[in-house]
């Protein structure tokens, strides 16, 4: 069973259907019964990929949703009228096969600016509901450079009655969400009403929209949360403390994807933490956060090793945050090494054995408020351009 459909009424499988050159599954679908009420949040891209355009119709509308199909190893991207076309056509087939009691969104992922394999495309939504044939598991037709599965589950104690959560991502490479992330599908068998879209988008900026693998926002960016409620539990009729434990629990199972997305991020060796404190707003702390995880100064000293404290100051001295150097204060795993505009003695030996680790820190104090924010990167590794100057051969 995915993760995604350990919550009461969901279903999720794929296959391979020719799509990836690899053989590998390419095609899957997630389906709710009942129909799920649907959060969502895209891309900021100004280019947005075929499948982002019509799903962002969908969401306006405001219906249920029963069927999410997604393809890998095409992003259905930079493709025109006729992308949009074939998306139309894509939720036609869907229709006609499985017959879905709600509305339907579509997710793609992989090259940009190639057109889908149409016949393909409509031979495997054909065997995704055709009985007898032998699926896989929809976590792995959504993954493209993603070298493990990025799945979460929780069971939670909401007054005395059982929710659950599950949730799946993929992304590996092109990672600085504005929004998401590459692909994430979250799901829960609590009953949400649709107000809940703010409070799902908060989660969103503090998990998915706080990761960076290489600073690249993808035009595909999409992340769902649906809640169809067949637990027999509503959100609105729980106490205080049960909403904000589902609140908390929510945004655990992201954080836990975004997280898994850092951890394989491609060529990445570390799994780096920078937390900011001190700021005059969340914004500026925020700046600074992602001016750190993006430099890529900072990020091939991650993978020496070597604490860099210059690098990363003068990262965070542009980010834009208002930002004073003689009440900045740095920490490396802990050790602090900077302060007052200056080095502090520390033992570099011992600073360097802790940047060996697989986990490593960034801890930035600008000294000027109360606010914070905490955001995830991994190094720069020599693999990553290997990865990246081969993708599409």
């Known amino acids: ?55 962002q119709t969908v969401a306006a509308a405001g219906r249920k949703l029963s069927h999410v199909l997604v393809n890998s190893g095409n992003a259905n991207a930079c493709t025109g009228t006729r992308g949009y076309e074939d998306v139309a056509a894509e939720v036609a087939l869907l229709r006609e096969k499985a017959a879905p009691k709600g509305d339907v969104m579509v997710s793609s992922t992989g090259v940009i600016g190639e057109y889908l394999p149409m016949e393909k495309i409509r031979d495997g939504i054909g065997r995704l509901f055709a009985a007898g044939e032998t699926f896989a598991p929809f976590i792995q037709s959504i993954m493209t450079t993603d070298t493990f599965e990025k799945r979460a589950r929780k069971t939670l104690d909401l007054d005395g009655k059982e929710v659950r959560l599950g949730g799946v991502a993929k992304g590996a490479g092109m990672i600085r969400p504005n929004m998401a992330t590459m692909l994430a599908y979250l799901t829960t068998d609590l009953e949400l009403d649709a107000g809940y879209g703010e409070t799902f988008l908060g989660a969103v900026e503090k998990t998915f929209n706080s990761i960076s693998v290489d600073g690249d926002m993808s035009t595909n960016d999409t992340a769902l949360l649906l809640a169809n ?74 993978f ?28 490396f795993c802990g050790v602090k090494v900077m302060a007052n505009g200056g080095a502090l003695a520390y033992d570099e030996d011992d600073v360097a054995n802790r940047m060996k680790a697989k986990d490593v820190s960034v801890k930035v104090d600008l000294g000027l408020g109360s606010a914070a924010w905490t955001y995830w990167t991994c190094d720069l590794s020599y693999d990553y351009v290997k990865i990246n100057a081969a993708y599409r051969t």
Do not use: H
Not at 235 to 261: P, V
């Open 304 to 331: 020496g090793g070597d604490a860099n404290w210059g690098r990363v100051l003068a990262a965070a001295g542009y980010s834009g945050a208002e930002l004073v150097p003689e009440k900045t204060a740095l920490e």
């Open 229 to 302: 409620g067949a637990s027999g539990v509503r959100y609105a009729s729980l106490s205080e403390k049960a909403r904000q434990s589902f609140d908390a629990g929510l945004r655990e199972l992201m954080e836990e994807l975004a997280k898994l997305i850092i951890r394989d991020g491609e060529g990445a060796t570390k799994l780096v933490t920078i937390e900011t404190v001190g700021a005059r707003s969340s914004e500026d702390a925020k700046a600074v956060c992602r001016a750190i995880a993006n430099s890529p100064l900072v990020k091939t000293a991650f």
């Open 1 to 55: 069973m995915d993760d995604i459909s350990f919550p009461k009424g969901f279903r999720a499988w794929g296959l391979a259907c020719g799509i990836k050159k690899n053989g590998k599954p390419d095609l899957g679908v997630l389906v709710s019964e009942p129909p799920a009420q649907v959060f969502s949040a895209f891309t900021r891209n100004a280019v947005k990929a075929a499948p982002v355009l019509y799903d």
